[in-house]
């Protein structure tokens, strides 16, 4: 069955660096359009940044441009959000979330969700 297994999450400083790393299996990696997703406490689950089945194509929330980078090694079935100059508005629980085109259809699966709590 599909996977989607996150990692890397924890507590960071303000201003510090953390790398999330999510691994799928059960589908053909190349066929999955990635995203991150991110959901506060008493928030809303949001969109964080995704990228096309080729990671030819990038897009970010407003609120992580140019601190954020999604990235996905097709060859290791894996997807990566770096997370640079991190801010106490970053902590949310943190979610990949795969979209993986069949022939009829597209279904969206979600992986664990890994906390990330930024902190001084």
């Known amino acids: 069955q599909v996977q989607l297994v996150q990692s890397g999450g924890g507590l960071v400083q303000p201003g510090g660096s953390l790398r999330l790393s999510c691994a799928a299996s059960?589908?053909?990696?190349?066929?999955?359009?990635m995203s991150w997703y991110r959901q506060a406490p008493g928030k809303e689950r949001d969109v964080v940044a995704t990228?096309?089945?080729?990671?030819?194509?990038?897009n970010y929330a407003d609120s992580v441009k140019g601190r954020f980078t999604i990235s996905r090694d097709n060859a290791k079935n894996t997807v990566y959000l770096q997370m640079n100059s991190l801010k106490p508005e970053d902590t949310a629980l943190y979610y990949c979330?795969?979209?993986?085109?069949?022939?009829?259809?597209?279904?969206?699966?979600w992986g664990q969700g890994t906390q990330v709590t930024v902190s001084s």
């Open positions: 990228i096309t089945r080729v990671g030819s194509i990038t």
């Open positions: 059960g589908f053909t990696f190349s066929r999955g359009a």
């Open positions: 979330k795969a979209d993986v085109s069949y022939t009829f259809s597209t279904v969206a699966y």
